[in-house]
């Protein structure tokens, strides 16, 4: 009787024991599968760079670009989940429909980010938001339609946009931040989250759908953007997101005009709605006399060092409490004039980054639109 109450509670344990071993398997399997549940951790203080879309295609250049960024001892990486063109970079079958008839296999994202886990980088969806080539020709409804053409209007660089005012569009670009957050992201970072630059221009010139703003001079532009930002943070508040977006650099030093080149991007506003705000702050793209500076491509330190002291300014003044963390230049901008421009290489990549730390800020991102950084970065 003895020998028979032993061997059942022999069997119960073995039992029990098999049993802890499917679950702990099944998680692995999820992790793997998924990546979500196994990606790095945040850093203390970001170092990152941008990798498009091709370098995360090719085994050979992503395991170069992890090569440089560990010499670099930079620990993050932003990378297309929704791109320029509109599209959702990896085939998507679970969410919403409209969201995975734009997904597209262009490469194996949950390997991407594996691989990344591996390295120790820290990974940042980017999320091109109102520049949408592929949405607005598949409903023009949701973009601006040229007077003239009568077709869905394009930028100088063939590039559309759909309609920030719409609010099937925020509802959509929120529906593919869930699919990123669903795959395991744990950070975004909103781009393009603008009208078209010039828009006050030739606004007149178009048809569109204003929905429930009225016509307040600029300023219901500002309130579109701002309102995606509060549906965003709403939204996503009791989940492990974080949320940034990257804006004009023009979109500080206007201070407090409302909407300064028509694209409806308030500094100050934005940075109150969002976990990380990320101003575009290259030298190659001021004007000439920016903070006194005649050519500030040619003065990288000058200029990122004068830039974040407006930056400081209005965020120290707001209540905000977002984290600052600019895209510096990466790349030698060769369209402009012979004598006002220079190559940028480590050396001038490291003078930006000495002006962030001498104004006290460590954290960064370094923008190449082709992945190609050089050795010699020291953060």
């Keep these: 009787m ?16 098999l049993f802890l071993v499917v679950l702990f398997l099944a998680a692995v399997f999820v992790v793997y599968q998924w990546g979500g549940l196994g990606l790095q951790k945040r850093p203390k203080q970001v170092r990152g760079v941008y990798l ?13 670009s992890i090569e440089v960024m560990k010499k670099n001892r930079l620990n993050t990486v932003v990378i297309d989940f929704k791109d320029d063109d509109g599209q959702i970079v990896t085939q998507l079958e679970e969410g919403d429909e409209l ?36 949405l607005s020709q598949q409903y023009p409804d949701l973009s601006f339609i040229s007077q003239e053409s009568g077709m869905v209007w394009q930028d100088g660089g063939g590039a559309s946009y759909i309609n920030p005012m719409k ?14 957050y669903d795959l395991g992201f744990k950070e975004v970072q909103y781009d393009y989250i603008r009208f078209p630059e010039g828009f006050h221009v030739y606004s007149d010139g178009l048809w569109y759908d204003s929905s429930t703003y009225e016509d307040l001079g600029g300023l219901e532009r500002v309130q579109a953007i701002n309102d995606f930002l509060e549906r965003a943070r709403n939204r996503f508040q009791d ?5 940034g977006a990257a804006v004009f650099g023009y979109a500080t030093i206007g201070g407090e005009q409302p909407d300064l080149v028509g694209i409806g991007q308030n500094f100050k506003s934005m940075a109150e709605r969002v976990d990380v705000i990320s101003a575009m702050i290259y030298p190659s793209h001021w004007s000439p ?53 220079q190559e940028y290489g480590a050396e001038e990549i490291n003078e930006q980054i000495r002006a962030l730390k001498d104004k006290g800020q460590e954290e960064f991102f370094l923008w190449n639109i082709a992945g190609d950084y050089p050795s010699g970065i020291r953060p």
């Design 167 to 180: 609010e099937e569009v925020k509802t959509y670009l929120l529906d593919v931040t869930e699919a990123a």
């Design 99 to 134: 969201v995975k008839s734009n997904s597209l296999d262009l490469l194996d994202l949950q390997d991407v980010l594996r691989r990344f886990k591996r390295a120790g980088i820290y990974p940042i969806a980017r999320i091109v938001c109102f520049k949408d080539n592929r």
């Design 289 to 341: 006399g920016f903070l006194g500076v005649d050519y500030p491509d040619l003065e990288p330190y000058e200029v990122v060092a004068g830039y974040i002291d407006i930056e400081q300014d209005i965020l120290d003044a707001s209540k905000s409490r977002t984290r600052s963390i600019p895209w510096l230049q990466a790349f030698t901008d060769y369209s402009l004039a012979e004598g006002t421009y």
């Design 239 to 243: 989940r492990d997101l974080t949320i």
């Design 52 to 64: 498009p879309t091709e370098s995360l295609a090719d085994d050979a250049r992503l395991d170069q």
């Design 2 to 17: 003895r020998r028979t109450k032993r061997r059942k509670r022999v069997l119960f344990r073995q039992i029990a024991a």
